[in-house]
């Protein structure tokens, strides 16, 4: 079975644009989150995803908005990128295994705001 | 700022030797995972713990959840150069699975 897939793979932007990431889940998974992970820390939670319904955000401003599609596939958008956007962003498709969620990663977009 | 942190930071170590590392938080998780991230690439699942005290194995490597449900720790026996990556912790406090990360411990295992 496929694994997570995210598009575009690497991106260089300049500040003030505008970027739009893709995640694709895994079959049968409804449940679609976002993560940015810095240089040197861990994953830092942005959203998530139930069914195309907003079921989280993390500490993140305005500029950073998702949504969610039927497909379950999902779509992250940053406006007005900053130099400190720059990071590596993880979409995690989950499965509820009758105990908890278990979050499955996806390779990650490279973002590079120059 | 990371609400679980990770110790040690950096391990490095000779293929053969057994390490620790550690995953402390001051809040209790209805479940917590680690994870292992090479460079560049996505963390992948090792496993999952959800009840206080549980011990789970996977090969060379051994879980195990705190009583409280606060910490946890990896133990791996006789690493491999293999075993070399960036393992994170990440526990959820929500019934959403919302995940919150250490900072990671790097271990190098060398041949």
């Known amino acids: 079975d496929a694994g997570v897939t995210q598009s575009p793979t690497h991106l260089i932007k300049t500040r003030g644009q505008h970027v739009t990431l893709r995640c694709s889940p895994i079959?049968?998974?409804?449940?679609v989150s976002w993560y940015q992970q810095v240089l040197g820390q861990g994953p830092q939670f942005i959203f998530q995803y139930y069914e195309k319904e907003e079921r989280g955000r993390g500490n993140f401003p305005d500029r950073f908005s998702a949504r969610q599609f039927p497909n379950y596939s999902s779509e992250l958008n940053v406006n007005a990128l900053l130099l400190g956007d720059s990071a590596l962003y993880l979409c995690?498709?989950?499965?509820?295994?009758?105990?908890?969620?278990?979050?499955?990663f996806g390779p990650g977009t490279r973002l590079t705001v120059t | 700022t990371q609400l679980l942190e990770q110790s040690p930071q950096f391990l490095s170590i000779q293929e053969g030797e057994n390490l620790t590392v550690y995953c402390n938080s001051s809040?209790?998780?209805?479940?917590l995972q680690w994870y292992r991230q090479e460079p560049g690439e996505g963390p992948v699942l090792l496993v999952t713990?959800?009840?206080?005290?549980e011990v789970k194995k996977l090969k060379r490597l051994t879980f195990q959840f705190g009583d409280a449900r606060k910490d946890s720790s990896l133990h791996i026996t006789a690493a491999q150069p293999g075993d070399t990556g960036l393992y994170l912790c990440?526990?959820?406090?929500?019934?959403?699975?919302?995940?919150?990360f250490g900072a990671g411990t790097q271990v190098v295992v060398t041949p």
């Open positions: 079959s049968g998974h409804k449940s």
């Open positions: 990440a526990g959820s406090t929500d019934s959403w699975g919302k995940l919150q």
């Open positions: 809040s209790v998780f209805s479940s």
């Open positions: 713990v959800v009840t206080g005290g």
């Open positions: 995690a498709s989950s499965l509820y295994t009758g105990s908890s969620y278990e979050q499955y």
